[in-house]
């Protein structure tokens, strides 16, 4: 079953245009331009100054790093994905993470991106992510998910929390990102998304004509370089 939720919704292309230009449709709502890249990306994860625990950087700060040979095969690639996005339109941004912050471990709802949530944007739009080294993000079929405020002991919790009118409560929920976030139901199988496929994921927007796709980020082990826009 998990294998025939997956082919649905991944569909594979082999470059960038068809990356941006294959619509979301049917189950579709993650579009995978699938390489076996080359070069060392641990070099430049090793070479960025890192001070905090996300570590944003661009062109500039490439280009100053002394690199091997590998490493600048490394480095030509990250150029080359910033490059397509941003002439795209996007605005990408390269990455390297440390860990993200967390709710409070005693949360009942943590709305970090380490729970399986959807993106949301008022305009039509995607998310674009690759990981280049470390762990990648994981998705999860729609089939498999269930929307949080849909599971009645979590949305009788919320309703005690929501001080306001009942007609309100929906709008609470939104305001709240509580509405974004999914929890994998007990036959689960999350997909990774690998090392070095540059991903598009459909998200929640006004004219979307598909199901947002159900993502979280990855318990890191290392540091891990990220481009996402």
């Not at 625990?53 to 040979?69: A, H």
């Not at 496929?197 to 979307?208: C, K, M, N, V």
């Amino acid at each position: 079953m998990e294998i025939s939720q997956a082919a649905h919704q991944i569909h594979r292309v082999t470059n960038f245009q068809d990356l941006v230009n294959t619509p979301f449709q049917g189950e579709t709502n993650a579009i995978c331009w699938s390489r076996e890249l080359v070069g060392d990306f641990f070099e430049i994860v090793k070479k960025i100054e890192t001070n905090d625990n996300i570590t944003v950087f661009g062109e500039e700060e490439l280009l100053e790093l002394e690199l091997t040979e590998q490493g600048q095969l490394a480095r030509e690639i990250l150029l080359n994905d910033w490059k397509l996005l941003a002439e795209y339109g996007a605005d990408p941004l390269l990455n390297v993470i440390k860990y993200y912050e967390r709710d409070e471990a005693d949360s009942f709802f943590p709305t970090d991106v380490y729970s399986f949530h959807v993106d949301r944007s008022p305009i039509p739009s995607a998310t674009f992510l690759c990981t280049y080294y470390g762990e990648p993000s994981e998705i999860l079929p729609n089939a498999q998910a269930i929307q949080k405020i849909h599971v009645p002991e979590i949305r009788e919790e919320l309703k005690k929390q929501f001080d306001g009118p009942e007609g309100d409560f929906e709008t609470y929920l939104s305001e709240n990102f509580y509405d974004l976030h999914y929890q994998s139901k007990s036959d689960s199988l999350p997909i990774s998304l690998g090392i070095g496929h540059l991903w598009r994921l459909a998200i929640d927007h006004p004219e979307s004509q598909v199901l947002p796709c159900v993502h979280r980020a990855p318990e890191e082990k290392t540091s891990r370089l990220l481009l996402i826009c």
